[in-house]
Structures are given as structure tokens and as C-alpha cells.
């Protein structure tokens, strides 16, 4: 049987937008048999199912979630050379600096991360040059449609920018372990990709640092961008990113050139990267500002963060719906100013953009 369960218990705290209602049922569960257990009993019954890690990429309704919130707070680090083993449990930014400490690389770019370690494979956690697909080999789950443990490797897990199988998926797979392969590199880091990052620490791009020295230099640009997590600062009562980065076609690409020229002028060039199949990316943060919502922006209980542009807060008192307001306000002014659609990127669990 689960550890722990409460009745109309409040979720909000268990979220890092500290927003939402509570939940008819929470279990709270510390082994992949309980979480197991607890998803078996739901689907037997039929009851609506709301899976909580770290809560940091969940925006719930006020009214809160009408059904079972299974609160996954299994334990588990185990590393065998370059081998790691976390449970779906494990505080990610813990996972991260032990690696570290281990003189293992491959994590490093991705300290900091607000969550848990059976979120990152969902999500396709990426930042500052790593994501997590490139070191992760396999995934355990449990399959509610099979209604068995499976272990899906890397190949199957159709990893891309933000995405993945299980996030194409949301009602069949709950992670209980990932499994990744690090690099012992002798201390050092991967080679660095991310320009910030490689502009931070003094070198150029592809260069290896120490890994610990990577770590510091991510955890310094993150805080500096309200990214990683403090009680008192409200510019970190967030889910980090709000929306992902948009990735255009071709035609979509030079439409949006046209919108840019037409509104900003000749001079200016938006942020463009490659994104395969002749698409492009461009930053939402750099279209968000450029639309007229800069930092600080609102005025209201729910604004944009002082420090960046991408992440929206609760400074303290707002709701649920303050915040969605705040979010369809700056969705539908960068569409009309750039003719672009921004996708949030947190999961809305019993409301929507």
C-alpha cells in the first residue's frame, strides 16, 4: 500500500508556481512498487490520474484536480563507473552535482534544473548546450496500457526538442528509472557547445573545462535568470521556461523575416539556429521582447520575471488564472506582431491556454 495518503489535499505547495487547488485524493509514493501499486488501483477504478514529480513543469487549475495526484518520491543513485542509475524520484540538480563530484561529464550543462529525474526524459530536458537524450540509454517505465514494466532504450523513446515519447503519450508511461552512460574524461567537462557558457568560463566553443567549473558557470547564468530556486525570490515562483522555442518551415521562416522587417526594420536579424529538415528555430524569449513585454512586464499578481523574459511568476498572491491571463496576453501579442504562435511548454492540468 502507498505510505501516505491525504484527502482534499492542497497541491499547490507542490508545485514551483506554488498555484492550483487540491487534489479529491493525494498518495504519496517511495517505491516503484507503491507507484505501481497506486497507478493499478487508479486505472482499475477508473479514476482520473495526475502524476507529480518535483512539480516544477505543472500549471494546475484553481479548482485543483478531481481524482487521484500520485506524488512520486521513490529514492535511488546508483553509479557504476560511467554507468548512472537514478529513480524517477531523485532530485535532478542533487543527481547533477554528484556526477560532478564524481569527475563524470555529461550532465554538467544541466544544473540547476528545478525537478525530478523521472520528469527529464519526458520533457527532453535540454539547456545551455546538453540535453538529456544525449547520455540517457534507457527508461524504465510502467505501461498502463500493457499493464506491465517495460524498459524502452534510447532509440525508442523518439526523442526531439522538447519532446518525446512519453510526452506524446501522457496517459501510458510512468517512469520509474532512467538510466544514463557518462564519460569519464578525467575530471573534465563535455566540450562546451553553448557560446554564453563558453563566454562565461573564457574559452571557445568545443573547449573542455573542469566539469565542476562548467556546473558553477551554468548555476551562476541560471540565477542570474531567476532559474534556479529561492523561497524569497518570487522572480523564481516559475516553471523556468514558459514557452519553447518555435520552429518554423521555410515559408513560415521568410513570412516571419517579413513581419520582423515590416515591424522592427531592415537592421534587424532575429535570433536563428538550425533545427534539421530545412526548419529554423528562433528564440521566444527574443520575440516576447520584442512584442512589447519586456522584464517586469504587468502589473498585476502574475508578471514576467525582472530577469527574463521566457519565465512567468506568481510574486506571491496571484492564481491560477491571473497567470494564464498574463500567458494568453503575451501568446496573442507576439502572433500579432510576428505572426508566430508560442507553445507553452509546462503541462496544464484542468485548464488551458
Not at 512584442?291 to 514576467?304: H, V
Amino acid at each position: 500500500m502507498p505510505v501516505h495518503e491525504l484527502h482534499d489535499a492542497p497541491l499547490a505547495p507542490l508545485t514551483t508556481f506554488r498555484l492550483g487547488g487540491p487534489a479529491t485524493r493525494l498518495v504519496t509514493a517511495a517505491t516503484d512498487d507503491e507507484v505501481v501499486a497506486a497507478v493499478r488501483e487508479a486505472d482499475a477504478a477508473g479514476t482520473p490520474l495526475l502524476l507529480i514529480g518535483g512539480g516544477s513543469n505543472l500549471v494546475i487549475g484553481d479548482k485543483g484536480f478531481d481524482g487521484t495526484a500520485l506524488r512520486i518520491a521513490t529514492t535511488g543513485f546508483e553509479l557504476d563507473g560511467t554507468r548512472l542509475e537514478l529513480a524517477a524520484g531523485e532530485v535532478w540538480t542533487d543527481a547533477v552535482a554528484r556526477t560532478v563530484e564524481a569527475g563524470l561529464a555529461g550532465l554538467e550543462c544541466l544544473a540547476g534544473i528545478p525537478g525530478s529525474a523521472g520528469a527529464t526524459p519526458i520533457q527532453n530536458v535540454g539547456a545551455y548546450g546538453q540535453e538529456v537524450s544525449s547520455t540517457l540509454t534507457e527508461v524504465v517505465a510502467y505501461d498502463r496500457r500493457a499493464g506491465e514494466t517495460v524498459t524502452l532504450p534510447n532509440a525508442e523513446c523518439g526523442f526531439s526538442y522538447r519532446h518525446s515519447r512519453f510526452k506524446a503519450e501522457p496517459d501510458r508511461y510512468v517512469v520509474l528509472r532512467v538510466r544514463f552512460e557518462l564519460e569519464d574524461a578525467g575530471g573534465l567537462s563535455a566540450p562546451v557547445k553553448y557560446p554564453e557558457t563558453a563566454r562565461v568560463l573564457g574559452v571557445e566553443a568545443g573547449d573542455r573545462v573542469p566539469a565542476a567549473a562548467a556546473r558553477e558557470a551554468v548555476l551562476k547564468l541560471r540565477a542570474g535568470k531567476g532559474m534556479v530556486l529561492d523561497p524569497e525570490d518570487h522572480d523564481t515562483w516559475s516553471a523556468g521556461s514558459f514557452f519553447t522555442n518555435p520552429i518554423l518551415t521555410a515559408a513560415e521562416y521568410e513570412t516571419f523575416l517579413t513581419r520582423v522587417r515590416d515591424r522592427l526594420g531592415d537592421a534587424v536579424t532575429p535570433p536563428a539556429y538550425p533545427a534539421g529538415d530545412g526548419h529554423t528555430k528562433t528564440s521566444a524569449a527574443w520575440l516576447i521582447d520584442k512584442a512589447g513585454f519586456t522584464k517586469g512586464y504587468g502589473e498585476g499578481p502574475a508578471r514576467i520575471s525582472t530577469k527574463h523574459t521566457l519565465a512567468l511568476t506568481n510574486r506571491g498572491w496571484a492564481t491560477t488564472e491571473d497567470l494564464l491571463a498574463l500567458a494568453r496576453e503575451v501568446v496573442a501579442g507576439v502572433r500579432d506582431a510576428f505572426g508566430v504562435t508560442l507553445v507553452n511548454e509546462p503541462v496544464t492540468v484542468g485548464v488551458s491556454l
